[in-house]
C-alpha cells in the first residue's frame, strides 16, 4: 500500500505532462471540477510552463477517474494537453461515446486510446500524481505550485 | 480539545441511517474521529471527498473513519449521497455538540464544531489530534498519515 505521508511536490520529471514556456508550476487539477475548468482559460493562457498532474476526486466527481484516463491515454498518442483543453472547454458530454468522439477530432487511433485509457499502466500512472498531491497536502483544486 | 493520552469520552449517536452507533463499537480498531462544522459547507465536502479517496489506505492502516457534526441525521443522509461517499456521518444533534463538547472541538457562540480530527486507539484511548486553526482550513490527508506513521 503506498505511503500517504507529507512529502513536498515532486520536482519535474521526464514523464510529467508540460507546456509553455517560462516559470514552472505544477498544477493538480481534477478534470471533473467546475472550478479547474473555469481556471483552466487563465492557466492555460498564463505565461508560465504548466505541469499538469492528476488529481481526481471520483466520490465527488464520478467521471473524473475516465476524464484522467482519457487525458493521459490521449498522452501517449501525444495529444494530452488537446484532451484537457477539449474537456475542460466542452463539460457536459463525458460519456463514452463522448470521448471517442473526441478522439476521433484529435485523430487519435482508436483502438489504441480504448486500450491505454483502460489499461492497469495508465491507472496507475494518474494514481501517482494524485498520491503525490495527497503528499504534498493538497486539499482542493486547483492546487497551484510554483516550482523555483 | 481532548489531549492525546485521555480516555476517549464515549458516545452514542444516530448515523446517517437513524441507527444509532456508540464508540464502543469500535473496540480492538483504530477510529479517526472527523469532526466538521455542517454538512453542505463548501469546506466540509472536500475534506470528506478527498479522505474517502484514501480510506483504502487508512483501512490497510487499520483505521475506520467518521465524521460528526451538528446536523440530523436526515442532514447526514442527504449530504453522504451528494457527496457519493460512504464514511459514517453520526449526528451530534441533541443535545446540541454535546460530544464535540466534550472532546473539546465544539466553538461556543458559533454553534458547531471546529475543523478537529482526534485518532483514538484500540483501547479507547485518545492517540492523536489535530485543531485547525479556523473552522475554514482543514488537514490533509498527509496529516493523517504522518500521525499513523
Redesign the interface.
Known amino acids: 500500500?503506498?505511503?500517504?505521508?507529507?512529502?513536498a511536490v515532486p520536482p519535474l520529471g521526464p514523464d510529467d505532462h508540460l507546456r509553455g514556456e517560462g516559470r514552472a508550476v505544477v498544477v493538480y487539477a481534477d478534470l471533473g471540477c467546475p472550478h479547474c475548468a473555469a481556471a483552466w482559460a487563465e492557466i492555460a493562457a498564463g505565461p508560465d510552463r504548466v505541469a499538469f498532474r492528476h488529481f481526481p476526486?471520483?466520490?465527488?466527481h464520478?467521471r473524473s477517474p475516465a476524464l484522467h484516463a482519457a487525458a493521459e491515454a490521449a498522452g501517449r498518442q501525444g495529444r494530452f494537453f488537446e484532451m484537457v483543453d477539449s474537456l475542460y472547454g466542452d463539460r457536459g458530454r463525458v460519456d463514452d461515446p463522448h470521448l471517442w468522439e473526441r478522439a476521433e477530432l484529435l485523430g487519435l487511433e482508436l483502438e489504441r486510446f480504448e486500450a491505454d485509457r483502460r489499461s492497469a499502466a495508465v491507472a496507475a500512472r494518474v494514481r501517482r500524481d494524485?498520491e503525490s498531491g495527497?503528499?504534498?497536502?493538497?486539499?482542493?483544486t486547483p492546487a497551484v505550485y510554483s516550482l523555483a | 480539545m481532548i489531549a492525546a493520552g485521555e480516555p476517549a469520552p464515549d458516545f452514542t449517536l444516530r448515523d446517517q441511517d437513524g441507527e444509532r452507533v456508540s464508540l464502543t463499537d469500535y473496540r480492538g480498531r483504530k477510529l479517526l474521529i472527523v469532526f466538521y462544522p455542517g454538512d453542505f459547507s463548501p469546506v466540509c465536502g472536500d475534506q470528506l471527498s478527498i479522505y474517502q479517496e484514501v480510506k483504502g489506505e487508512l483501512a490497510a492502516k487499520g483505521v475506520e473513519l467518521i465524521g460528526i457534526s451538528v446536523d440530523g441525521f436526515f442532514a447526514h443522509k442527504a449530504f453522504q449521497q451528494h457527496l457519493g461517499i460512504d464514511t459514517t456521518l453520526l449526528s451530534d444533534f441533541e443535545p446540541k455538540g454535546e460530544v464535540a463538547r466534550a472532546y473539546g472541538s465544539y466553538l461556543e457562540g458559533l454553534g458547531f464544531a471546529n475543523r478537529t480530527l482526534v485518532l483514538v486507539d484500540e483501547d479507547g484511548r485518545v492517540a492523536w489530534t489535530y485543531e485547525s486553526p479556523d473552522p475554514g482550513q482543514f488537514p490533509g490527508a498527509n496529516v493523517i498519515f504522518d500521525a499513523l506513521s
Request: glycine share 4%; net charge positive; aromatic share 4%.
Open positions: 500500500m503506498s505511503d500517504l505521508t507529507s512529502a476526486v471520483a466520490s465527488k464520478p494524485f495527497i503528499r504534498a497536502g493538497v486539499t482542493s
